[in-house]
């Protein structure tokens, strides 16, 4: 028997339609958009202004906090304005818009394909090197890495979690990552293990890649402490705690991080960049992005540059198709409805999938028949009927006691719901309801 | 392309809806509807009809002329009571009676509170109850499988086996002597006595609670514990004197035990929401029925026992809840 997390969870179609498309490197876009806030945190601070001259990797925007994150320019060319446009959020953020000419690079930058596996660095360089390479966890969270990567005193870590389950449905980069870009991933890993001084790592990968499963296998035979874990496919097994508690069977208690139980998650993605930063010299400045959807023409994986518009990769993949109903961030489960194709590539965007209509459109909401499907499938072990009616009915406190804060947002309560209902968008506003009243309360 | 749309994840749905909940309960009936006819005939397909047709009709017109609202019964909901209602009457029932255990059902049941979701109380049990006490000698009067086929309100009647056992009981008999009077397990395994027309036969039962659980319709946990509590109590009881005490097998396979572990008590609206919370609902209503049956007036008890559960659901939800993540391991020393 496969392992996986204990509680709840569900298999939605897979139709992973781009998995077998190798990555292709999509052209540098006349101009890129870089938002100054690709990163769960405060925005980043713009060093640049308008008429500036940049190279690739260079240093456009500098954190303005701890949790907060460095940019660099991923084109070369001269910084058009800094503007407000529409991000994934759908809200209006803060941008350096570059015109791109030529490709000239930061001079530091090595850019042959020779893998390095020595790895020089002392811990504390690597994590300076992680952060100042603008490093955000890759398969959608965009947390800051270093921070991870610093325990806070008194937190010990004994086990690095790699997370290769790609679990939304459609989604093929980290799939593709690992096929093609398996062993920068093994040095990226053993990168991490060092900073984090520990002996060990798991890469946990569903079996619905068996490819992934078998290359990783062989290439982990040449590296110390890496062992592969194939893992059942269960949906929302990539979410931090399902992953750990299939891995390890440790439980990260309610409220609490990984780093509780001794344990730091980060993405195969964020572990490729990792080596890139630090063996390279890199900045995080381009990434693999899934374009996909059943009725596109060519669903591929492109490597992009940052600030590439969404419309660009559509372009690539063939077009958009007539029944386009939705253009989603992401993947289906969690990913963001994007308000319009403009929108830039970020440091989070781990896919763009176009929904046509049929799929896309929700049934009308009908009354819970309290069949207790959602009840069953959560993987939080939460009650999410009573949650909605919780939050319909504003009592935040009676929401506070059933644990609302431990909702991970993944949404298998409303994909469950037999009536439709819609479960995770109540819970949501519940939980920025309850969370103000948190905050307030320690204030 | 049309403008985007743009709503809060999760963009896709499993495809679940109630109707296929419904129909898929239905389908799973479907087995005891065939044994129900092949021991009826005539009878059981009058009761039958006559129930769908007026739960499905009152639940159309007090939604369309009392509440006002698009009636809904194409979610087979009105069709799943009638046919419970019809399975927990005897074959020979009248129609007029029939009718009004519907119109209980429907609008006492169900309507009155609110309609599918809000009802406390399993609205074909309610009906069925309701007529247990108006019209006791009606509902207490059994037709003999396979010879009452081509009969309905005039077929020959004989008393359940529980009945029998009961009364035999009460009057004195000896056990050994009343065990000769009904039926073996065997044929009570397939549905061969007297009984409602939906209730008898274990084995097409038991065919729609597989065919539940592959669907994932239900789970194990309510019909199993239900079961198993009456099994082993009844069990203990006879261990401790078979001379009053009848076979727990015998207590399992009738009286509607499974019909009502796998069908009633399980009904969504009316059944606990924690598996935890399920299996308190499932024990209680096995201590309940075999109260009642051992101690209490009644031959069976399953129905009331299905009811007085229905209304600690509340109660079990407020107190019993999923366990939660990161309650299951203690978290590990780093
Ligand atoms: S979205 Fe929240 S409540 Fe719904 S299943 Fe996921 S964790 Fe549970
Ligand atoms: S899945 Fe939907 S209908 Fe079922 S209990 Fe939850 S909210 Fe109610």
Redesign the pocket.
Known sequence: MLKTFSLGGIHPDENKLSADAPIEVLPVPETVAIPISQHIGAPAEPIVKKGDRVKVGQLIAKPSGFVSSYIHSSVSGTVDKIDELIDVSGYKRKAIIIKTEDDEWEETIDRSPDLITEIPATPEEIIKMIQEAGIVGLGGATFPAHIKLSPPPGKNCDILIINGVECEPYLTSDHRVMLEKGNEIMVGVQILMKALKVNNAIIGIENNKPDAIKHMITLASKYSGIVIEPLKVQYPQGGEKQLIDACIKRQVPSGKLPIEVGAVVQNVGTALAVYEAVQKKKPLIERVVTVTGKSVKKPCNLMVRLGTPVSALIEAAGGIPEDTEKIIGGGPMMGKALSTPDIPITKGSSGILLMPKKIATRKPV??????????SVCPMGLS??LL?TLAEKAIWDRAEDEAIMDCIECGS?SY??????P?LDYIRLGKSKVGQIMRSRTK | MNKLTVSPSPHVHSGDS?KKNMYGVLIALLPALFTSLYYFGIGALIVTITSIVSCVLFEYLIQKYLLKKDPSVTDGSAILTGLLLAFNLPSNAPIAIIIIGALVAMGIGKMAFGGL?NNPFNPALVGRVFLLISFPVQMTSWPTPIASRLAYTDAVTGATPLGVIKEGLAKGDIMSDLLTKIPSFSDMFYGNMGGSAGEIAAIALLIGFIYLLMKRIITWHIPVSVIGTIFIFTGILHLANPNIYISPVFHILTGGVMLGAIFMATD?VTSP?SRKGMIVFGVGIGVITVAIRVFGAYPEGLSFAILIMNGFVPLIDKYIKPKRFGELIKPAKA
Do not use: A, E
């Open positions: 009908q009354n819970c028949i309290r069949c207790s499907k959602c009840v999410p009927y909605m309560c469950t719901c037999p009536s439709s209902r479960l | 109630v979701g969504y929401m």
